[in-house]
């Protein structure tokens, strides 16, 4: 019997890598669990990080980008970090190939609240690489299984360059299906971009999602979040029915360490995933 | 079951205490007294009013070893180190700190995840608690009394003691305590007297006064969240931090740490090392963002932590008043006066 102490990562080793973005500094990376125990214990569902580690580097928590649906690996979609201060785990993960190993904590954190979304449409709305774990929430509900339990489903994702768009060849195959709406903006195309130009803002005020029993779920860059919001209290969704994911520094990633409170939630244990009703309850300390 | 000994002979008592497990308590410093593990029996001095450092190291150290590893070697062969709880016997406890140890349990293991580390070394300790001289009027810093702690709580303690004296009345307060204390030899039985002196002991503590009136909880919790915003308030308040941190190293609930990787000539450790909220890059990002930049917001997190955010969460505000980030402040910053101008303002 392996550990079950949380504070001890889980051997995986890494079966794929994609690079995702133009710039390079974008990459997937699918582990597989090296123990069959680990794996069956790592059950999680969209929404939920975990603490990829690098022994002498450090850990970081990141989103999972897959789905509990595609069994056998996890992914993670990870920015090399480091242009403020040194990323040093993102940085020596970015730099290993297929086959290496690293060590993983998890699943952590409160996934989306999938049973409150069943029954409703879904408006998801993403901006940049912030769209990992919304990623995984939109494969989970269009999985076989699952697509029933939920109403319309309305993707609205943008990135400033066509080039900084992740996960493109999934985004042509939901553009194809009739059980999605996908839509793609950039701040600005280039020469051979055909699709939409335009802020997410604009964009989703332009696509103007229905409020009837609809939760928006959005993740973004501040600033898209900032003026986001007021969008879609206009159409008219309620703060309960508009949902965010929220990053601090984090280090134990199970509510211990004390670092990542805005006001009395860990943003680790509590969250990541809070409504906009829990958030406005929170002091602007984040 | 009450026993009595005397002060001359407590290098036997904490002989007879090393024999039945791993024994910490006060030991005169440089600095002042400190736990410490006890390797010579006459080491243990209970002269002492309080210790520099709180004796939540004992459970909480200030750095743990969590793996070791060597780099360049496969990621498996990371070798985990596992919580142990060897017996240990935590000697001379004064009440409030005693106090703060149900606090952090309710933190490190009976809400949400549970810490195995802080776990397993609290669940193998023996607690023997040490009332305040009642007697005495107490340190200026300390306000133990305005959260309704007494200077003489046996609660907490597995064994309790109470000097009278030249005379050490020790009486076990659990079932734990009374094994212990019923195994110890050299011991003598106490007299009605004695009992009397320890009861009137516990009864006087609970009436010793130390600063300021009582606070109530959630009228503090909700003053300070009403607070969060007035940001004169916290500059003033925070004019003279230097963002040392000793107020949260000398901390008995100050929980916060980092978990660090150091190697050396490919030898490395993943450790916990205790952290603070007063230092600046406590929450700076990997983006390069971060929320408390300002000395303010940060002596601001600190206080809300303790009266305000840890309220809300587990029901108890985080302080027991043993005053030790008062003392050992270097600009004389009080944390107490910090709340009750909170309450006034």
């Known amino acids: 019997m392996r550990s079950t102490n949380p504070y001890i990562p889980m051997p995986v080793e890494i079966v794929k890598i994609t690079d995702e973005v133009d710039t390079h500094d974008i990459k997937s990376f699918r582990f597989k669990f090296l123990n069959a125990e680990d794996e069956s214990r790592f059950q999680y569902l969209p929404g939920q990080f975990a603490e990829l580690s690098i022994y002498g580097k450090g850990e970081s928590p990141i989103g999972i980008a897959s789905s509990p649906t595609e069994p056998g690996y996890v992914e993670f979609t990870v920015q090399r970090a480091g242009a403020i201060v040194p990323g040093l785990v993102t940085a020596a993960l970015h730099d290993m190939e297929e086959g290496g190993k690293i060590g993983l904590r998890g699943p952590l954190g409160h996934p989306w609240p999938i049973e409150f979304l069943e029954k409703k449409n879904i408006v998801v709305v993403g901006g940049g690489f912030a769209f990992t774990t919304l990623r995984s929430l939109v494969k989970y509900m269009l999985h076989g299984d699952n697509r029933s339990r939920f109403g319309d489903i309305t993707v609205i994702y943008g990135a400033r360059t066509p080039g900084l768009l992740c996960y493109k060849d999934e985004l042509a195959a939901w553009e194809k299906r009739n059980d999605i709406k996908t839509i793609i903006t950039v701040d600005k195309g280039n020469e051979t971009w055909k699709g939409r130009e335009g802020f997410v803002p604009a964009v989703c005020k332009d696509v103007a999602p229905s409020p009837a029993n609809a939760v928006a779920v959005i993740c973004g860059p501040p600033v898209m979040i900032k003026f986001t919001l007021p969008v879609f209290f206009e159409l008219g969704f309620s703060k309960e029915n508009i949902l965010t994911s929220l990053e601090m520094r984090m280090k134990c990633g199970i509510g211990k360490c004390g670092r990542c409170n805005v006001g009395y939630k860990y943003v680790c244990s509590d969250g990541p995933v809070f409504s906009l009703a829990q958030l406005e309850e929170l002091p602007r300390d984040f | 079951m009450l026993k009595k000994t005397t002060l001359n002979q407590l290098s036997d008592l904490a002989f007879a205490l090393m024999e039945k497990g791993t024994l910490v308590a006060p030991v005169r410093q440089n600095a002042g007294f400190q736990f410490r593990e006890i390797t010579d029996a006459k080491q243990v001095d209970l002269n002492f009013h309080n210790t520099v450092i709180s004796p939540k190291s004992v459970f909480f150290p200030q750095t743990e070893d969590f793996v070791r590893y060597k780099t360049g070697r496969p990621v498996q062969e990371a070798e985990a180190v596992e919580p142990q709880g060897k017996p240990l016997i935590l000697f001379g406890v004064r009440p409030c700190d005693v106090k703060s140890f149900e606090i952090m349990d309710i933190h490190f293991s009976g809400t949400g995840a549970v810490d195995p580390y802080w776990q397993a070394r609290r669940e193998a300790a023996t607690i023997i608690g040490y009332a305040f001289d009642v007697g005495a009027p107490a340190e200026s810093e300390e306000f133990y009394q305005t959260l309704g702690i007494g200077a003489a709580d046996p609660e907490g303690s597995d064994i309790f003691m109470v000097r009278h004296g030249d005379d050490l009345l020790l009486k076990s307060i659990t079932g734990r305590g009374e094994a212990l204390l019923a195994g110890i030899g050299g ?71 980092d978990i660090c990787d150091e190697t050396l000539f490919k030898q490395g450790t993943r450790r916990r090392v205790w952290d603070a909220c007063m230092f600046t890059d406590f929450t700076l990002e990997a983006s390069g963002h971060n929320p ?43 944390i107490f006066s910090i709340v009750e101008e909170a309450m006034k303002a």
Do not use: M
């Open chain 2, 292 to 334: 408390r930049t300002k000395v303010y917001q940060r002596l601001r997190q600190k206080i809300n932590h303790k009266y305000s955010y840890h309220v809300r969460k587990y029901g108890v505000i985080s302080c027991v008043g043993c005053g030790r980030c008062t003392r050992y402040c270097p600009v004389n910053i009080d």
């Open chain 2, 187 to 257: 011991l003598t039985g106490a007299s009605a007297d004695d009992e009397k002196y320890f009861d009137d002991t516990v009864a006087a503590g609970r009436d010793f006064k130390t600063r300021f009136t009582c606070v109530d909880a959630k009228a503090i919790t909700k003053k300070l969240e009403d607070l969060f915003h007035h940001t004169d308030f916290w500059e003033k308040a925070s004019n003279a931090c230097l963002s040392c941190g000793v107020c949260t190293f000398v901390c008995p609930t100050c929980y916060c740490f």
